[in-house]
């Protein structure tokens, strides 16, 4: 079976911190797909990356960035110079199987302290 | 009205009513999900639509009922809910079965 662990249940910092989530996953499948989402006060998850399980290249997209290594089965996220915006809870998710089933972590409560 | 919508977007039912969650999505994606969202549990998946057909139910209760008319358009009908399924439940849909999901805003459920 599938599962997504995301060690850190809270983290707090203060604006211009950098800040890394941690995610790791365990899975069978050789192909599978990993996700962050990013959840704010008002609910609704909005998508933030998607990385297939065949491409281990890391990825840059502004102040996030994502470090994906097979080898420890890890798919971190770090956001550079946080800001209060930044506050949300972060959830990682794991797809595998034909039918798109999502596997989410229990999720991190980000809050960035002006 | 763009992505993904739910109405309504708080709901308090007693016991004994009967009620609808209606998720309509503006992607012109072909799948379409149900997930519940309580307090301090990951998000569990309830129910998966891919061109209108059910192809997984993630061992959910009787009293959670999902209807799909068409690809745009996922129902969630509730009867003689319990207290214990008081919840956010969040509507997604996705192009493929295996990329990424867009979700809606998500009903507050509240049991009485």
């Known amino acids: 079976a599938q599962k997504v662990t995301q060690a850190q249940t809270e983290i707090s910092v203060v604006e211009k911190e950098d800040v890394t989530l941690d995610c790791v996953y365990e899975?069978?499948?050789?192909?599978?797909?990993l996700f962050w989402y990013k959840q704010p006060p008002s609910g609704e998850l909005v998508f933030l990356i998607r990385?297939?399980?065949?491409?281990?290249q890391n990825e840059i997209s502004g102040r996030y960035s994502w470090n994906f290594q097979k080898s420890t089965s890890s798919f971190n996220f770090t956001i550079t110079a946080s800001q209060v915006v930044d506050s949300a809870v972060y959830f990682c998710?794991?797809?595998?199987?034909?039918?798109?089933?999502?596997?989410f972590g229990q999720g991190t409560i980000l809050t960035v302290h002006p | 009205e763009t992505g993904v919508t739910q109405t309504p977007r708080h709901l308090v039912m007693g016991m004994t009513n009967k009620k609808s969650l209606k998720c309509e999505q503006h992607l012109g994606h072909n799948a379409m999900y149900w997930y519940k969202q309580s307090a301090k549990k990951p998000l569990e998946l309830m129910f998966v639509?891919?061109?209108?057909?059910?192809?997984e139910n993630n061992s959910v209760p009787s009293r959670f009922s999902p209807e799909c008319p068409n690809s745009s358009h996922l129902f969630l009908h509730l009867h003689t809910l319990q207290p214990e399924d008081s919840a956010l439940y969040l509507c997604a849909s996705s192009q493929e079965r295996v990329v990424e999901q867009f979700f809606g805003p998500g009903t507050r459920l509240t049991v009485l």
């Open positions: 639509y891919s061109l209108e057909e059910r192809v």
């Open positions: 998710a794991l797809s595998e199987g034909f039918y798109g089933k999502l596997t």
């Open positions: 899975t069978r499948d050789t192909t599978y797909y």
């Open positions: 990385r297939n399980s065949f491409d281990e």
